[in-house]
C-alpha cells in the first residue's frame, strides 16, 4: 500500500524565516495532496492542496510544489510567525482514491 | 453546522472491556474514516468507508471493527481492549466523487489501562 515519508520531524526557525516540509510517496497512482496543520490539544485542519495535474500552488505566504517523477511534494512557509508553530502533516491518497495516507508529522516551533 | 461529531471525548477502559465510538457527521459526505493518533507516529488509518454500504480494512485494522450505520454515521468498535490502543481517535470525513479534503472530529482520547 502506499507509504509516506515525511522529513524533517522537527523543524525551528526564527521569526521571519522560511520553513520546508518535504514527503516523498511510494504510490505513483496517488492523485491528491494534502497538508494539514494540527495546534496543540486541536483537530487536524487543512491548510493548503494539490492535485496531480499542477505542479506548484501558492496561497499567500504557504506554496506547495509537487514532483511526479520523483515522487516528492514539499511545503514551504515564508515569513514565518510565532503562530505558525504547530505539528504539520502531509498525505497521500491511496491507489484507489479512497483514503488519506498521512506521514508522521512535522513540529515546527517558530521563535520570536 | 456541527461538522464532525465524536463521543466521547474522553475515555479510560480496562484491559480486556469493551466499547464502541461513536461518529456522526452533517455535511452529507459520502466517506467517511478512523485514524489513530499516537506521538511520533502521525495519524494511521484504521478503516474507513468510501460511501454507504462499504467498509475497507486501512493501515492498522487489527483489533478493531466498524459500522457503517448509515450516511451520517460510522462506529468503531474495540471488542477487547489492549493497552497498545491507547491513543486518540479521530474520525473524518469527506466528498467521494473525487478525493477531497477530510474534515475531522474533535478527537477520543483512550486510555487503557
Known amino acids: 500500500g502506499e507509504n509516506v515519508e515525511q522529513h524533517p520531524s522537527t523543524l525551528s526557525v526564527q521569526e521571519g524565516d522560511s520553513a520546508v516540509i518535504k514527503c516523498t510517496y511510494s504510490d505513483s497512482a496517488s492523485n491528491y495532496f494534502p497538508w494539514y496543520k494540527q495546534e496543540l490539544g486541536k483537530r487536524p485542519q487543512l491548510i493548503i492542496d494539490?492535485?496531480?495535474?499542477?505542479g506548484e500552488k501558492k496561497d499567500q505566504r504557504i506554496a506547495v510544489t509537487l514532483n511526479k517523477t520523483a515522487k516528492h511534494f514539499s511545503l514551504h512557509i515564508t515569513e514565518t510567525q510565532p503562530e505558525d508553530s504547530a505539528v504539520y502533516f502531509c498525505a497521500a491518497s491511496n491507489q484507489a482514491g479512497t483514503a488519506l495516507i498521512f506521514g508522521k508529522g512535522t513540529t515546527l516551533s517558530v521563535s520570536s | 453546522n456541527a461538522g464532525v461529531t465524536q463521543t466521547p471525548k474522553f475515555q479510560v477502559l480496562k484491559t480486556g472491556q469493551s466499547m464502541t465510538l461513536q461518529c456522526a457527521q452533517d455535511?452529507?459526505?459520502?466517506?467517511m474514516y478512523w485514524y489513530r493518533q499516537d506521538p511520533g507516529m502521525g495519524l494511521r488509518l484504521i478503516y474507513y468507508?468510501?460511501?454507504?454500504?462499504?467498509?475497507d480494512k486501512g493501515e492498522v485494522p487489527n483489533g478493531y471493527n466498524v459500522s457503517r450505520l448509515n450516511k451520517r454515521e460510522f462506529s468503531l468498535r474495540l471488542e477487547s481492549a489492549a493497552p497498545s490502543q491507547t491513543s486518540v481517535y479521530f474520525c473524518?470525513?469527506?466528498?467521494?466523487?473525487?478525493?477531497?479534503?477530510?474534515?475531522f472530529g474533535q478527537g477520543t482520547r483512550l486510555t487503557v489501562v
Open positions: 455535511m452529507n459526505h459520502n466517506s
Open positions: 468507508s468510501a460511501s454507504e454500504g462499504t467498509t
Open positions: 494539490i492535485r496531480s495535474n499542477v
Open positions: 473524518a470525513s469527506s466528498t467521494r466523487q473525487v478525493l477531497s479534503e477530510a474534515f
